[in-house]
């Protein structure tokens, strides 16, 4: 059996990137966020994915599945807005192009969490990776993936993230003085 599991996410989730964005969001205030809202994204909770390959171990299940969710098309913008709500916070979202985050090397995945290119390759890629954060997961659905709702996740994550030492070493995200200046210099692009 091979299962391609996406972005897994949940509490004690180390890598620090969705953490990061609840996290940031919860401390209010103009929040830089990358590219489109309505770019799809992928995220499956470690618990539900779990849950999902003991049952196919114990049906003896083989194949190989895309191990990604939700079930329904998610998109940067509503888990943003996901983190808001959950956080309860004022954050505001100001969207701003993949080239200007490209044009200023905003580094994908880790500086600028959950944010895989659309319109420009990686470094040393020759073509952007579109699609990396879409992919089919009907297989997997057919075969008895389900996915807890998001909002619990996000509620899971954030009870979490607020029980860690605020010195803690975070692995992902931009420094706040840097999005700070970005977005000032986003401004002057812009008017």
Same mark, same amino acid.
């Given at each position: 059996m091979s299962i391609r599991a996406g972005q897994i996410v949940g509490p004690y989730d180390y890598t620090d990137r969705l953490p990061y964005w609840l996290k940031r969001i919860a401390e209010g205030g103009e929040i830089l966020s990358p590219g489109r809202p309505g770019r799809p994204i992928q995220v499956i909770d470690a618990r539900d994915l779990a849950q999902w390959v003991i049952q196919l171990i114990e049906k003896n299940m083989t194949g190989t599945y895309n191990a990604v969710g939700p079930d329904y098309t998610l998109t940067m913008g509503q888990l943003l807005e996901g983190c808001k709500k959950v956080t309860r916070s004022d954050a505001d979202f100001t $969207?701003?192009? *993949? =080239?200007? @985050?490209?044009?200023? =090397?905003?580094?994908? $995945?880790? *500086?600028? &969490? @959950? $944010?895989?290119? *659309?319109?420009? &390759? @990686? &470094?040393?890629? =020759? *073509?952007? @990776?579109?699609g990396f954060l879409a992919v089919d997961n009907n297989k997997a659905i057919n075969n008895g993936l389900t996915f807890r709702p998001l909002t619990e996740t996000l509620e899971d994550i954030w009870n979490w993230e607020k029980g860690r030492p605020k010195s803690a070493n975070r692995k992902a995200g931009i420094h706040r003085q840097h999005e700070s200046d970005l977005l000032g210099l986003w401004r002057q692009t812009v008017d």
């Open positions: $969207w701003v192009s *993949e =080239k200007f @985050l490209n044009d200023n =090397k905003v580094e994908p $995945w880790g *500086e600028m &969490p @959950l $944010w895989i290119p *659309e319109e420009f &390759p @990686l &470094p040393g890629a =020759k *073509e952007p @990776l579109n």
